[in-house]
């Protein structure tokens, strides 16, 4: 199967909305989806669809025809966006690492090209980036994976709604858990997917059992109860944990779980957050007052993560659970 890809200059094209004499120019590349490799075969415009569709973003008009997509820029960005071709972007997104496991392959990213830059954009409004000269560090951050694990959370709510009948009166939301070591990036995932669903007309919102502490006055009680024991004895921890399935577990359908080969990369996450909390001129722990407080977590870590890893959240069900495993810079791995 043959993909076309528009890659010619931007001021190729008319950005005047009402213009009729929007000028083409031959497309420049052809991707064979079988080995994936550009070529320019000096294609014209005779086999060309006459069927184009349009949608804005700002600035921006892409164009699709068929499987034909032409990006157009204002030529005093030209020479930047040309840095970022979308087939350059195409490539990019079909190496991440996520692509096979969020449920996506390479015609599926050619097929809906426009869908992940539409995201892409709108994440990079969100994030305060510039769409047309992200570092590689960026790119990954959003096309490897905020991206491909929204789009994942798309597919999901699909599934989740057809088990409805068309004519249902309400059907309930489907909760997605999200589950991490701290400082591991959850927040800003969870961040992310909430805009990027409130962006596209759906209604989402977010929580944190973090949200739900004991008060100070119960948390001294709870220390003086057990005194000289730094963490609760773990049986009173498996005991207590059991309240939680009936609390939050039993009401999530889908599970996102952020999985780290080594729990010390957290030390050095969580002060990374503390520093940059001093440096605005926010209260923030020392260093030495980050290593006591991550190091009472460690404990936990080490009996509960590798089942978690193994098994998944308990109810949580292996074809609803994406586990996303992550470096030390809390970039994807696979």
């Known amino acids: 199967m043959i993909q076309l890809l528009r890659l010619g200059t931007p001021s190729a094209l008319n950005l005047n909305p009402k213009a009729d004499n929007r000028s083409t120019q031959p497309f420049k590349?052809?991707?064979n989806v079988a080995d994936n490799k550009f070529v320019n075969p000096g294609f014209t415009t005779a086999s060309w669809s006459s069927r184009v569709v349009e949608f804005g973003f700002d600035r921006k008009r892409w164009l699709m025809s068929g499987q034909m997509l032409a990006m157009a820029l204002p030529s005093k960005v030209a020479s930047s966006?040309?840095?970022?071709?979308?087939?350059?972007?195409?490539?990019?997104?079909?190496?991440?690492?996520?692509?096979?496991?969020?449920g996506s392959?390479?015609?599926?990213?050619?097929?809906?090209?426009?869908?992940?830059?539409?995201?892409?954009?709108?994440?990079?409004?969100?994030?305060?980036l510039n769409e047309l000269l992200l570092t590689e560090a960026q790119k990954?951050?959003?096309?490897?994976?905020?991206?491909?694990?929204?789009?994942?959370?798309?597919?999901?709510?699909?599934?989740?709604r057809a088990k409805f009948k068309d004519d249902a009166e309400e059907i309930p939301p489907l909760v997605f858990g999200v589950s991490a070591p701290q400082g591991s990036g959850k927040t800003t995932l969870v961040y992310?997917?909430?805009?990027?669903?409130?962006?596209?007309?759906?209604?989402?919102?977010?929580?944190?059992?973090?949200?739900?502490?004991?008060?100070?006055a119960d948390q001294a009680n709870l220390s003086g109860e057990y005194a000289g024991n730094n963490l609760l004895e773990l049986e009173a921890v498996n005991r207590n944990l059991e309240s939680y399935y009936d609390a939050w577990e039993m009401f999530i359908g889908s599970w996102i779980i952020i999985k780290v080969d080594d729990t010390q990369w957290v030390y050095e996450w969580r002060l990374q957050a503390e520093i940059a909390m001093r440096e605005d001129g926010k209260p923030g722990m020392s260093d030495e007052e980050v290593a006591d407080f991550v190091s009472r977590y460690m404990p936990a870590y080490k009996a509960y993560l590798p089942v978690l890893y193994s098994d998944g959240p308990r109810g949580s069900k292996p074809e609803h659970t994406l586990v996303v495993e992550v470096d030390e810079n809390r970039n994807p791995l696979g």
Not at 107 to 127: F, H, K, M, P
Not at 192 to 216: C, M
Request: proline content about 2%.
């Open 192 to 216: 992310a997917l909430d805009y990027l669903f409130n962006r596209t007309g759906r209604k989402a919102a977010s929580i944190s059992i973090d949200d739900f502490y004991l008060t100070a």
């Open 29 to 31: 590349f052809v991707r």
């Open 140 to 160: 990954v951050r959003v096309y490897h994976y905020y991206v491909p694990v929204y789009l994942w959370c798309e597919r999901e709510l699909l599934q989740h």
């Open 81 to 102: 966006a040309m840095v970022s071709s979308v087939a350059d972007l195409y490539e990019f997104i079909c190496r991440g690492p996520l692509l096979e496991k969020t």
């Open 105 to 128: 392959n390479l015609q599926e990213v050619a097929d809906t090209i426009d869908r992940w830059i539409e995201c892409g954009i709108q994440l990079c409004r969100l994030l305060g």
